[in-house]
Nanobody, 127 residues
């Protein structure tokens, strides 16, 4: 069972940038689709960005398109979320999640498609 650990969250001013990392305990991450999801206070968790096992195919929620970039380095068992031009509405706990590529119907945007989850990292955008 793969374990995922997020890092890189913090407090940033509007317009600033952060890079989140999701590191896996298992080299098998290279066979997983990985998604970033977020949950703001009082709201349901929502998908932010997803990438398939090779990093070639990527999808973004409309709210972050053009500002966030998902990428992966399978040699380092790590998936990244580069977040630029952050806005107060981006404030949330960010989670990474993994789904085994074999048998997965792609693209996969629903959190129910993802079996393995990290503990989350807080991102706060405020003056």
């Amino acid at each position: 069972q793969v374990q995922l650990v997020e890092s890189g969250g913090g407090l940033v001013q509007p317009g600033g940038s952060l890079r989140l990392s999701c590191t896996a305990s298992d080299r098998a991450l290279e066979t997983y689709a990985v998604g970033w999801f977020r949950q703001a206070p009082g709201k349901e968790r929502q998908y932010v960005a997803v990438t398939e096992w090779s990093g070639t195919s990527k999808y973004y929620a409309n709210s972050v398109k053009g500002r966030f970039t998902i990428s992966r380095d399978n040699a380092k068992n790590t998936v990244y979320l580069q977040m630029n031009d952050l806005k107060p509405e981006d404030t949330a706990v960010y989670y990474c999640a993994g789904a085994e590529w074999y048998g997965l119907y792609w693209p996969a945007f629903s959190e129910t498609d993802y079996v393995y989850w990290g503990q989350g990292t807080q991102v706060a955008v405020s003056t």
